[in-house]
């Protein structure tokens, strides 16, 4: 390869990005008069022949490489050789395979083809290091070969109508029946080699729309009936990292298109088909999922088109079935959740077991043993008090007594106090409690005046007897929904740990895309100056935070304490914090510091609206926040909260098993 080549491409692809079609055409037709890609070869390790498949493979960002070719190494059908391409790498050839290392200036489809250049097979298969791929693939692959008199095949995607995956597929199926016409991106593509040379492979100048521009070419070459669609055939895709780029991919697409439309006779055909599809999946033909219409949202923001499904169990089986090989942590977090929420505890074990160490892997591993053995039903109930401190919530707290009614939880009894309301609150409290089934034991009482949330707390557990209370449960007056076994899973979840004190959950808002507020919360550093606590930031819910965790703090808005720590080890909640701020964390500390333990479980979900806490920060607000994170600052050794949270820390990884 000459030296300016690579720069010559370079040139081509930046006139064709400024929309300067017909000067790129002539900067990419001097680059392939100079380029050879003989010598792009880095090291081979191939066995002499001519094998079945060439299988050519770039790096995707992001991905790890081993697991492709794990799954490669797995086929049932073993005649075949891998070349792979990549800009730089230290991957050291494995058995079977051929490295390029190409230049920075080649695009993924100049990879393609120069990897291609290198096959010695009869049939080109394209993937890169974000694919999986089933063991079977090849197999499926040389049969359909077979069977059909054919140039190219694409998999995934059945036809229109058939199939309740497609609007997550990130790729259109443009054609009307089995046998589709395109062949969008090069990835998941198998191509005869000699068309594929023919044809002059992908065009290098495409940055999105190579696989479109394969199809045009086929088309115009007169084999537009030779592309085949097979759904049998299938591989996984998923565009998690890229995603966060759409704007970029959108925006180059269009461009694809653009230098399509002045160069490819056969794309009229290609966009006809492509407005087609995009017509049905709007209108949610193609898929069993029900999801907000695509123009509604960003189309980069896959994460929360999860987050929306994984909140319907009924969509659960079918997100497996969709990702289950996808490789893209987010993905990962999602299949991972729905299997444990599904309960398919040696499932989730054995998915998570093949996916890189990380910490969120390590706790969906222990929590699959732990929800396996929440299964079995309660020997007894508990008997639970549940306090409710209710302030100016005329709206809100009817629906969250009525949430806290819903319990399939027996053995229980509930507290109310209005807290010195200006509204009718007391009169709605009345209202709902009186709804509740006979057999539940509630109480109502007013308070004249607003006394703040520790004190209330305090009153409602010092004016009643609670000696018949294992536990005792604080509730917030703007809940909005629960699932029915919610108060059973926590109390499951107290037993689990005869060493926890409080046990909690995860809390989201009432936003349409699940947004987590109450996760998992730890302190990072406490001085006299600052405390740092984790967790605080709202995140988008796709199943990442669903684990059991040992954690320092629990979000106060629905959460179980044993009742001898309230009573009795830790005492109640301090009254120099009021009205409320930082009330839970200094309690929670408190416990953390008498070395209890406090759980968080991810899978018992609660809805609330934080309608104080959603108030805007005013001068007074900020006062109180910042005045009680000063007495909290001055109330703890930070030495000793250090200390003790450091080596809590490590009874946390003795339990993960490291």
Known sequence: MTRNSPDQLSHAVTLHRKGAFSEAAEALNAYTANRDFQSLTAGDNREPGTPLFSIIVTLAPGHDPALLLRDITAQTVQDFEIIMAASNTDITPASKTCMLLCPPAFTMAEQFNAAASMARST?????????????????????????????????????????????????????????????????????????????????????????????????????????????????????????????????????????????????????????????????????????????TIRLGNKELDLGLMLKAKGNLPVLLEHFKDARQPVFTSMVSAALLKTGRYAEAKTYLEQMPENEEVRLKRKSAELLSAMEAPLEKEPRVHVLLLACDREKEVGPALRELAKTDYSNYAIYVADNGSSDATYARCETVLAEFPEHIETHLQRFPVNIGRPIGHNWLLADHDHSAAEYICIADDDLFAMEPGWLTDMVKTMQLFPEAGVVGGKAYGPEQYRTIHGGVRNIIWMDREDLVLSGGKDELDYGQMDYIDMVDHVIGCLHIYRSDVLFGEIGMFDPGLSPCQRVDVDHHLRVRLSGRQIIYNGFIEIGHLRSGGGQPMTPARLGNVLGNQIKMLYKHDPDQVRAVLAALAKVREKWLGQ
């Open 123 to 295: 049939i080109l298969t394209f993937l890169d290091t974000g694919c999986s791929v089933p063991p079977d693939y090849l197999e499926r692959l040389a049969a359909a070969f077979t069977e059909l008199d054919i140039y190219a095949l694409r998999g995934r995607i059945p036809a229109r109508g058939a199939c309740k995956f497609n609007e997550l597929a990130d790729h259109l199926d443009l054609g009307p029946a089995d046998c589709a016409s395109a062949l969008e991106v090069p990835v998941n593509l198998a191509v005869l080699r000699e068309a594929f040379v023919q044809l002059g492979g992908f065009n290098p100048l495409l940055s999105e729309g190579a696989g479109l521009g394969l199809a045009c070419a086929l088309s115009n070459a007169g084999a537009e009936n030779r592309m085949a669609y097979r759904p049998d055939v299938v591989i996984r895709r998923d565009w998690a990292a890229s995603e966060n780029q759409w704007a970029e991919r959108e925006a180059l697409m269009q461009l694809d298109s653009a230098y399509l439309k002045a160069t490819a006779q056969a794309w009229p055909t290609v966009q006809a088909r492509q407005a087609m599809a995009e017509n049905d999946r709007v209108k949610g033909l193609r898929s069993g999922l029900e999801l907000p219409a695509r123009n």
